[in-house]
Every structure is written in structure tokens, then in C-alpha cells.
Antibody, heavy 116, light 107 residues
């Protein structure tokens, strides 16, 4: 059974950094592309980033481009999201999801609160 | 960027009702669309992929149709567990984009 567990969320001041992790089990992690998707409190889903199976191709939403970076460590079955220069509007639950094109399996999310 | 316009934003329905939700893409996305269900405090769950293919384990009362720029999610007979928010997501191009969501509430 596929299992995705996000970690690394918390409360952080504007302008600071945070790194999210997503530990994946129950599948051959290196065979799948991976996504980050976020959801601000009371709002809809927003796609954030995708990474290819080997990590060589990455795409980020315009709202995070230049500040966030998706990466992966296939030897540790782990996906990352490095978030720099955080803004109040980055406050959200961040989900990792498996899928080379369309996300299918999702983690339960980790909450990031950006506040002074 | 491809804009996904989802309608309605909310609807009230009763158990047994037929429910239809629409997503319009700002450009041709072929069949590159999925539908998701999300319940409060939970992660989204994929219902439909490739516009009309039913995800394994999803009840057959859910169906998807459409191609190009117009897509529909239909629930043929609404069940109590179907009250939730539904989203479409296009994967034709980057960035991926979601519709704004449709909240299905009990009448």
C-alpha cells in the first residue's frame, strides 16, 4: 500500500526559510514523478511544483518560482520542497502527491504558517 | 497559463439526485484532465483521470466526460458520503491548474 508522509511544517516568520519532506513507501519511488500541492485555509487547491523521476526536470508555479525548489532523493525515497523568502500568502497545508502527470496518491499534508 | 473555470461554485442537492459539475479550459487540453473529491480536513482523492476513466475503487455512480475545452463530472445518484468539494485539474501543460472547486451541500 502506498504511503506518503509529509513533515517539516510549522510557524515561520516572513522572509525565512523552511524545508518540507515527504517520505514515500509501498512503491518504487524512483519510478514516479512527484508533485507538491497546497491549500490555503478555507481556499481551493493550488498546484505548486512537479519533479521528474530522475529529478532532472522540474516545474514550479509562477507564484513560487525563484523562491521554492522541488527536489528528491531516490536513495531515501524522499521528496523535498525548499521554501525560501516565505510570505504570509504561503500559509497553507502542503500536500505531496505521486504521479508523473496527474497526482493520484496523496499524503495527509503538513501545515505551514507564515506569520510575524 | 491554462485557466480552468469550474461551475457552479456550490450546489445544494438531495440524496438520490443527479449532479453535474462542469470545467471549462481556456484552451484545448485534449483529454488531459482529472477530477478530485475532497472532504473537510482530508487530502483530495482522485476519482477520474484522462477525462473519463474511473479510478480503481471509485463507485460507478461517478463518471466523467468531455474533451478539448469542456468537461463534466456526473454523480448519477448522490449518496450521503458524496457531500464534499470537487476539483478538476488539467495536466496538458505547465503550470498544472485546478478549477476553483464545487462544494456539494445537502439540501
Amino acid at each position: 500500500q502506498v504511503h506518503l508522509v509529509e513533515s517539516g511544517g510549522g510557524v515561520v516568520q516572513p522572509g525565512r526559510s523552511l524545508r518540507l519532506s515527504c517520505a514515500v513507501s509501498g512503491l518504487s519511488f524512483s519510478n514516479y514523478g512527484m508533485h507538491w500541492v497546497r491549500q490555503a485555509p478555507g481556499k481551493g487547491l493550488e498546484w505548486v511544483a512537479i519533479i521528474s523521476i530522475d529529478g532532472n526536470e522540474k516545474y514550479h508555479a509562477d507564484s513560487v518560482k525563484g523562491r521554492f525548489t522541488i527536489s528528491r532523493d531516490n536513495s531515501k525515497n524522499t521528496l523535498f520542497l525548499q521554501m525560501n523568502s516565505l510570505r504570509v500568502e504561503d500559509t497553507a497545508v502542503y500536500y505531496c502527491a505521486k504521479g508523473s502527470r496527474l497526482p493520484d496518491s496523496w499524503g495527509q499534508g503538513t501545515l505551514v504558517i507564515v506569520s510575524s | 497559463d491554462i485557466q480552468m473555470t469550474q461551475s457552479p461554485s456550490s450546489l445544494s442537492a438531495s440524496v438520490g439526485d443527479r449532479v453535474t459539475i462542469t470545467c471549462r479550459a481556456s484552451q484545448d487540453i485534449r483529454h488531459d484532465l482529472g477530477w478530485y473529491q475532497q472532504k473537510p480536513g482530508k487530502a483530495p482523492k482522485r476519482l477520474i483521470y484522462a477525462a473519463s476513466s474511473l479510478q480503481s475503487g471509485v463507485p460507478s455512480r461517478f463518471s466523467g466526460s468531455g474533451s478539448g475545452t469542456e468537461f463534466t463530472l456526473t454523480i448519477s445518484s448522490l449518496q450521503p458520503e458524496d457531500f464534499a468539494t470537487y476539483y478538476c485539474l488539467q495536466h496538458n501543460n505547465y503550470p498544472r491548474t485546478f478549477g476553483q472547486g464545487t462544494k456539494v451541500e445537502m439540501k
